[in-house]
């Protein structure tokens, strides 16, 4: 999965320092390329995301989960089990990062028939 997130410092003796999820609307534009590629499948993030991301889960059988925003410290203390830089470490904390997860919570967003839980409420108003 692709968590966007921003991670803060690592302190000593725990496995991540705060890493919450964050907006990944910036990215919109991108995920039917990626998914047409087999990649960005499942992306977890916080908010709500463009039609187009909608539209490109229906088509590839992605998945948007969302998580918990302002919980980062919490992610990290009960969640995340080890963290590590793939690529370019001299970008900080905009690098390429591996995490492991063990009951990790998100829930879906957007499903791969093109629900969207977002636009679902709207439409209740």
Not at 3 to 28: E, I, L
Not at 84 to 113: H, N, Q, S
Request: hydrophobic letters at 40%; one cysteine or more; charged letters at 20%.
């Amino acid at each position: 999965a692709v968590y966007y997130a921003g991670p803060a410092k690592t302190p000593s003796g725990m496995a991540s320092g705060s890493f919450g999820p964050t907006t990944a609307g910036r990215m919109d534009s991108y995920v039917d390329l990626f998914q047409s590629r087999g990649g960005s499948m499942v992306m977890i993030a916080k908010g709500n995301r463009s039609p187009v991301v909608t539209a490109a889960c229906q088509k590839h059988g992605g998945f948007y989960l969302g998580s918990i925003g302002g919980a980062a410290a919490q992610l990290a203390q009960q969640s995340i089990r080890k963290v590590e830089v793939l690529e370019y470490p001299e970008l900080g904390m905009e690098a390429i990062w591996r995490i492991e997860v063990e009951d990790f919570p998100a829930f879906i967003i957007v499903d791969d028939k093109g629900n969207d839980f977002f636009a679902t409420l709207g439409s209740r108003h």
